[in-house]
Nanobody
Framework: QVQLVESGGGVVQAGGSLRLSCAASGIIFGINFMGWYRQAPGKQRELVARITSGGSTSYADAVKGRFSISRDTAKNTAYLQMNSLKPEDTAVYYC????????????WGQGTQVTVSS
């Protein structure tokens, strides 16, 4: 059974930093992508950042230059370093994994709250 365990959320003042972690277990078929999404109250869930099995990264325009995604392949763990946080970054952040099955399956973490105060 695949499990994604997130940690690192919390409350921080604007301009501060947080680091989110997502540890995956039970992955059998390998991982195509590991990514972070977020959902603010009243808004749709949106992609924040994603990293491929080869290490290529992509970011939402709103977080470029402030957030950095990385992964430890051996540990099946992804990280999201968030710097220069803004109140508009406040949301529940979800870890997502797409595995290497055909068609691939997606798995989600339980979410971790990030609150940025002004």
């Amino acid at each position: 059974q695949v499990q994604l365990v997130e940690s690192g959320g919390g409350v921080v003042q604007a301009g501060g930093s947080l680091r989110l972690s997502c540890a995956a277990s039970g992955i059998i078929f390998g991982i195509n992508f590991m990514g972070w999404y977020r959902q603010a109250p009243g808004k749709q869930r949106e992609l924040v950042a994603r990293i491929t099995s080869g290490g290529s990264t992509s970011y939402a325009d709103a977080v470029k230059g402030r957030f950095s995604i990385s992964r430890d392949t051996a540990k099946n763990t992804a990280y999201l370093q968030m710097n220069s946080l803004k109140p508009e970054d406040t949301a529940v952040y979800y870890c997502n994994i797409e595995d290497q099955r055909r068609p691939p399956l997606n798995y989600w973490g339980q979410g971790t709250q990030v609150t940025v105060s002004s």
